[in-house]
């Protein structure tokens, strides 16, 4: 009974509505059970059951009466007791067959026997009798689903069946196993069943089983192994019990897609499982609540004897865990041979420094460790952690990628402190209609700044660099150090390296400052960066505005802008999302004179949303010139 999933729909709290038809189920809570006894000085037997959302546990597996502890949870107060007989619990679940029977073939259809009239009847009265379900979500409103009979015909034809969704559905098992003579001969029949099932569904390529009751990947396997066409298999939020040894998983060996999301699976677990996933292209490894990817036992054995993993795996997901470490990260990630694009978005790294393992004749020997390398790394996606300092991060991230990264050229940072707004980045606005607030600003140089340091990047947020924009960037950069804006001195050795290279690149801008001079006095008159900088103004609904008669101050920005990011910065301005499916933008160009000197009309260009990835400059606008938001 250990180790047990369970399922347990509390019961609906009672309904002042008169009409019980339109009461939503609450939402099932899935869990483990952990303990199994008495808890004294209560009577009878308990259940003590670590639930898969935490919010649902009251304790951590400790009787507050008298203070025993009977079973220890892995999340923080994720245990509670319950009563085996409490109403609404399901400890036994469902076989992979039966599930799939509820889900897609349970309702009746007439037969052809049936005569015309009672068909014809039927039809008229089709409104009142489609059966529905009602389910309550955690957004606070209900969904209704209507099991359309006509539907469930097409489904009944599964060998026309290419994806199957049986989450939520209480999958336990791939078959019942039995404990007695006629228990056995039971399984070998559904065991049959199984098989048959699996001839059946012959074309099916994507299986969800999610949210389910399956206590093992193994478990999980029996059933895969029947689908001879199945690629992409989901068990997000399924608690599987902790794998110490290799597992053989037939079946899954055929799969491309595999998501693990929410199921506290540790990175050595993956390990255990990697010689049946040769084909795997695309892990979903998220939610996991991963501290490291490492262990005490992995380390020890050093890492040149690490054998390779998943030897086609290009995707790997794993954000939203709690990773700190860089270093352990990049090492446990070094035996991935293929991996292209690595999402570590919202956990808790700081820093990207890489300690460089010098190799030489007396170190580069077989018991030395060799340095982490990920070869084909082309995608690298770090937002929404800690980075702060340019020095840690970018920085450290250049001076690394030849040896470590080397084609790497995508990255994501946004959401990092390190694109905070800072004093000594920058300065006094004289004119507040001409220049976005100073955190705006920031941010925008942000970007910039980024881009000039890395020479490699061909894409920052999932937006294009382009050369005028590389141009821009690094002339921003030499400038703002010649203007004192930015510290020589606290640069990283890599990015005073970086520093001199673009001085000898941008001579113009390097010697238009005089560095014996006050800060900001110029030699002679050359434009700056800055010249370069075009006033826009913004149009907007007045539904959009933060009061109706409030006016948006102009932007100030380069040509070479995405105009995708001209999007954010008007969002920014107006403080509200501007979302592509309900807003578009169009520019609107000043009217000029014709040969007889007199005034035209403005000009409106269209942006198409699937084009935003063109430069400000492309759609013709200039100084002078304005943005207008129009709801679609």
């Known amino acids: 009974m250990l180790h047990k999933r369970v399922c347990y729909s509390p019961p609906a709290p009672p309904s002042s509505s008169s009409s019980s038809a339109n009461t939503a189920c609450p939402t099932p809570q899935l869990g483990t059970i952990l303990y199994h006894g008495p808890v004294p000085p209560t009577k009878g037997d308990w259940y003590g059951i670590e639930w898969d959302e935490p919010a649902r546990g009251k304790h951590n597996g400790v009787y507050d009466k008298t203070g025993v502890r009977y ?69 606070n409103f209900d969904v209704e689903v209507v099991l359309n009979d006509r539907v469930n015909e097409r489904f009944r034809q599964l060998g026309r069946l290419r994806e199957v969704g049986l989450e939520w559905e209480g999958v336990s098992c791939a078959v019942r196993r039995g404990a007695t003579d006629e228990g056995f001969e039971e399984e070998e029949e559904e065991e049959e069943e199984l098989r048959d099932l699996g001839r059946e569904l012959k074309n099916l390529e994507v299986l969800n089983v999610s949210f389910s009751l399956l206590p093992t ?17 989901a068990l997000n939020s399924n608690r599987f019990i902790l794998m110490a040894s290799p597992t053989s998983l037939p079946g899954f060996e055929r799969l491309t897609s595999l998501q693990l999301n929410n199921t506290l699976m540790t990175w050595s677990e993956t390990r255990c499982i990697s010689p049946s996933l040769p084909n795997l292209v695309d892990l979903q490894f998220g939610f996991n609540r991963l501290g490291h990817l490492g262990d005490a036992d992995h380390a020890g054995r050093g890492r040149q004897v690490q054998s390779i993993m998943m030897p086609n795996l290009k995707r790997l997901n794993m954000e939203s865990n709690e990773l700190e470490d860089w270093v352990d990260v990049v090492s446990e990630l070094s035996c991935l041979p293929s991996l ?21 004749p007396t170190t580069a020997t077989s018991t030395s460790p060799s340095p982490p390398r990920l070869t084909r790394l082309r995608h690298l996606s770090l937002s929404e952690n800690l980075l702060d300092s340019s020095a840690t991060s970018v920085d450290a991230l250049a001076a690394c990628r030849e040896s470590t990264f080397p084609t790497l050229t995508s990255l994501r940072l946004s959401g990092n402190p390190l694109f905070e707004s800072r004093a ?6 004289t004119d507040t209609q001409a220049v976005p607030p100073a955190e705006e600003r920031h941010l925008l140089h942000s970007r910039l700044l980024i881009v000039a340091r890395l020479p490699f990047l061909i894409e920052l947020e999932k937006t294009a660099v382009s ?33 001199a290279e673009l001085r000898l690149k941008w001579s113009d801008v390097a010697g238009s400052i005089d560095s014996n001079g006050p800060a900001g006095a110029t030699k002679d008159a050359k434009p700056t960066l800055k010249d370069r900088l075009i006033r826009l103004s913004v149009r907007a609904d007045p539904s959009l505005l933060p009061a109706p008669s409030a006016t948006l101050p102009e932007l100030s920005v380069l040509p070479s802008l995405r105009t995708l990011l001209l999007r954010t910065q008007i969002s920014r301005l107006i403080g509200k999302p501007l979302p592509k499916t309900k807003y578009r933008l169009v520019a609107v160009l000043k009217a000029g004179t014709d040969v007889r000197g007199e005034k035209g009309d403005e000009v409106r260009v269209e942006i198409s949303p699937a084009e935003e990835g063109k430069e400000v400059s492309w759609w013709g606008l200039e100084a002078g010139d304005a943005v207008e938001v129009v709801a679609t």
């Not at 005569?115 to 309550?136: G, L």
């Open 217 to 233: 990947l193994p478990e999980a396997s029996r059933f895969a192994a029947v689908l001879p066409k199945l690629r992409s298999l």
């Open 424 to 429: 000594s980045t920058t300065t006094k606005a």
């Open 340 to 360: 292209e694009e690595l999402y570590l978005s919202s956990n808790r790294i700081n820093s990207l420094v890489i300690p460089q393992v010098p190799v030489g």
């Open 467 to 499: 050369q005028a924009e590389r141009n821009d960037a690094e002339r921003l950069w030499v400038e703002q150090i010649a203007q004192g804006k930015e510290r020589e001195v606290d640069l990283s050795e890599w990015a005073k390296g970086r520093l």
């Open 71 to 139: 079973f220890v949870p892995r999340v923080e107060g994720s245990g509670s007791f319950l009563r085996p007989d409490a109403k609404g619990l399901d400890v036994e679940g469902k076989t992979f067959s039966q599930a799939l029977h509820d889900r897609y073939l349970d309702y009746g259809l007439p037969t052809s026997s049936q005569s015309t009239d009672t068909a014809a009847s039927a039809s008229r009265e089709s409104q009142a009798t489609i059966p529905t379900q009602r389910f309550a979500t955690d957004s």
